[in-house]
């Protein structure tokens, strides 16, 4: 018999993409791969758990920051980088693991890596071991292509005001935007700025190469799919929904990536008083945060929906912690049918729930998918990063949620959604025709989902054909002794 696979996973620093690469690990070594994730402490925990229940998957831990940062020691995830002048530093702690990274691969000596695309150095190392780098996105290949074109075509520059609408061309769709909602890294286009450089040296080190593998399952971006390797030319692997591919149990669906900040039960509890489809769950990902005001128009927006919610606001500089936001009587006026998670909610566990009938979604792509799974209506409310893209999958394409109406990509959600938008989109997708319609599309998506990764099905077959691709291409390509 040959020797096992061995493939070593790097993960970037954020809950975000930590999360799915977990559930890739396990994934992998379900299907006999031999795995390794190098990770830094602060998201060791979850990984440990995950050996604890029984899954064989192998840890090696590099500090971070790591030795010559400028970050303060106490900075260790994307998160906690809360002014615009922490990013630079974050970025440049990122690219200065390539040595530490590269001692641990000589000792562990893997077949392959699959590494994050914000750590592009990895293509480097790569080439020096003579192993394959496959890249992961942590977005859908729908961004990816979307994103791809915009910087080809960079139709944004043909607009005479921010508000006139343009076409992204080449793609399978015909995507409409308008400038505001185009990353400011591209409209600024310095490269002498750490965003814009690094999204260069992304693009540059994706491009060669071995691959990628996307969270995704084929039947849900199919002519993407084929785009991407068509039209762009490209090597990717659909092996997702990734957060269905592994046997979970209930503590594992309610700690993922972090503890919550709620007791599970308490939380089920509350839930399992609600009837069938009648509770919005509220929740915009582990890094976007809110403005005070727009916390304050989100509450009120809420409230005159007149539905039962979840709604989970972070703990953080802008949020949580001065809750002047609120309107006054706010906790008192909604007992009973507004439950307000402060920090970490366990979004899988709530999110599958028979109680919950929509989910207003910042769009990062784990929640996106998550909200796939679980068969859900969404209310799109996108900020920053690939959201915009995925808004567009999930209202235009699946046509299994409805926008909010944000129309601006910025760090933090400042203006531009009022009150009677948030509680007419949640109505929307709450009760009516057009809901019913939603939602009926919403469960064939959970049906295909689930589907694509059972034996036989299109991700599960996927990985079977990425695993045979590696194995074949392993052996002359490694290089056993790099000083
Ligand atoms: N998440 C969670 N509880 C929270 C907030 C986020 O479990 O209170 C998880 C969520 O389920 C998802 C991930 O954190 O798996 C967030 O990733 P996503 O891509 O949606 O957004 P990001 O945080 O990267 O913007």
Known sequence: MSRQLHIALLPAIAHGHMIPMLDMAMLFTSRGLKTTIIATPAFAGPIKGARESGHDIGLSIINFPP?????????????????????????????????????????????????????????????????????????????????????????????????????????????????????????????????????????ESDGRSYGVVFNSFYELESAYADHYKKVLGRKGWHIGPLLLCNETGAKEKAVRGKESSIDEHECLAWLDSKTLNSVVYVCFGSIASFTPAQLHETAVGLEASGQDFIWVVRKGKNEGENEDWMPQGYEDRIKGRGLIIRGWAPQVMILDHPAIGSFVTHCGWNSTLEGICAGVPMVT??????????????????????????????????EGVPREAVTKAVRRVMAGEEALGIRNRAKYYKEMARKAVEEGGSSYNSLNAFVDELSICRSPLKKQDVN
């Open 67 to 203: 030795k010559g940062s400028s970050l303060p020691d106490n900075l260790v995830s994307l998160d906690q980088m809360t002014t615009p002048d922490l990013i630079p530093k974050f970025l440049e702690a990122l690219s200065l693991l390539q040595e530490p990274v590269e001692q641990l691969l000589q000792e562990l000596s893997p077949d392959c890596i699959v590494s994050d695309t914000f750590l592009p150095w990895t293509a480097d190392s790569a080439a020096k071991f003579g192993i394959p780098r496959l890249v992961f996105h942590g977005w859908s290949c729908f961004a990816q292509c979307g994103s791809e074109q915009m910087h080809i075509h960079k139709p944004y520059k043909n607009v005479s005001s921010d508000s006139e609408p343009f076409v992204v061309p080449n793609l399978p769709h015909e995507l409409t935007f308008v400038r505001t909602q185009v990353p400011q890294f591209l409209l600024e286009e310095t490269r002498a700025m750490s965003l814009p450089k690094l999204r260069e040296q992304m693009r």
């Open 381 to 414: 409310w996108p900020i920053f990063a690939d959201q915009f893209y995925n808004e567009k999958l999930v209202t235009e394409v699946l046509r299994t949620g409805v926008c909010v109406g944000s129309k601006k990509w910025q760090r933090v959600a400042s």
